[in-house]
Structures are given as structure tokens and as C-alpha cells.
């Protein structure tokens, strides 16, 4: 299937030795999905297409007898992975997995990086998009949009600290959660600045 990267044409499970563990790209079993803070709908990633330079990703809100409610095609840059980025997530997870012998072949990687790793439904009505991995910024970067007109031009992408749990968000602030190097849970509150640079 030519042109095509979805986070679904990556093997979610990795063997590692008599084990498994998730593929360090974030891609699970399920694309990424979200409950509508009152329970009504379900919003999720649907088909991730790519050719040559752009690509596509479709958000889709779903009631939960499983009728679509409402459907947005997001225009997006695929960013490539390139060899070094290959071998900086494989030696990542070599560590993760304590097994400094993992073979190359273990870890299957598409073209580009899946754009959204995570969606975070807002209390009032906005769509939280956790976007593609950036390891040399060391900081993740969430879009976040009104659902309703989805454009997929962001209104300013927000820069966030790794590691960092989204738990509640709307256009004003967002509540999380993180962790210190003890395993210390913390909670963060911050009010959001959504004036662009």
C-alpha cells in the first residue's frame, strides 16, 4: 500500500526475548482515542495517509452506538525518521528493556513518525493533539483546536515538558500530573497563554 503511514502499519507489540513490551512510538493496540468528558462520544485517530511531502490524519467523533458524529480531515507535514533518530529510539529502548543486545530487526519503523500520539478531549469542547515525537527539542508539543471547526491549521502549537500527563484541559488551563525521579506523583495546574509567538 504505497503512501500510506499509519500508526497501525507499525507492529504495536515488540518481542524481547521470552517477553513483549510496546513499540516505543507510542503505537498500542488501539489508535489514539479519547472519551468526551461527559461520556457521550468517543474521538479518535482514523486513517493516516501520507504522499510525497504532505499528508493527512482523520479525527473522527463517534457516538457510542458507534455512528459518526462528526469527521475532520487534518492536513499535516509528515516528519521523516531519519537513521540517526532510528538509532537514538533504539538504544532508548534497548535501555528500557535492559537488553543492550536487542537486534536492529526487532524494531520495525515506518517512514515518518505517527502525528498524533494522544488525544485529550477538552471539558469545553476543544481537541487536545499530542503530535509527533520531537527528540531533539526535549519537549512535547500539543495542537489543540474547537473539535467542531477543526481546520488542521493550529491555533498556536503549545510546548510541554515529557513525561507530563494531561488530565483535564480546556482553552483557559490545563491540569496534569508528573512524576519525579522517586516516582513522587505531583499535581500541575497551568492557565494557558494562547497568544502566538
Known sequence: ?????????LEPVVQVGEGFAMHPLGAGLLPPFAVAPDGSALLLLGDVR????????????????GDTILRRDVEYVPRRIGPAEREQIHQA??????????????????????PVRQLVAGND?????????????GEDRWEVEGFVRITGVP????????RMTILRATWEEI??????????????????DRRCP
Open 1 to 9: 500500500m504505497a503512501g500510506v503511514l499509519a500508526v497501525i502499519s
Open 50 to 65: 501520507a504522499s510525497g511531502p504532505r499528508g493527512s490524519f482523520e479525527v473522527l467523533k463517534l457516538s457510542l452506538e
Open 93 to 114: 529502548f534497548a535501555e528500557y528493556v535492559e537488553d543492550p543486545r536487542l537486534p536492529r530487526s526487532a524494531l520495525d519503523f515506518p517512514e515518518a513518525y505517527p
Open 125 to 137: 469542547g476543544s481537541l487536545w493533539l499530542l503530535r509527533e515525537l520531537d527528540l531533539t527539542g
Open 155 to 162: 491555533s498556536c502549537p503549545l510546548p510541554w515538558e515529557p
Open 175 to 192: 491540569w496534569g500530573t508528573s512524576r519525579d525521579d522517586l516516582g513522587v506523583p505531583y499535581i500541575h495546574r497551568f492557565r494557558v
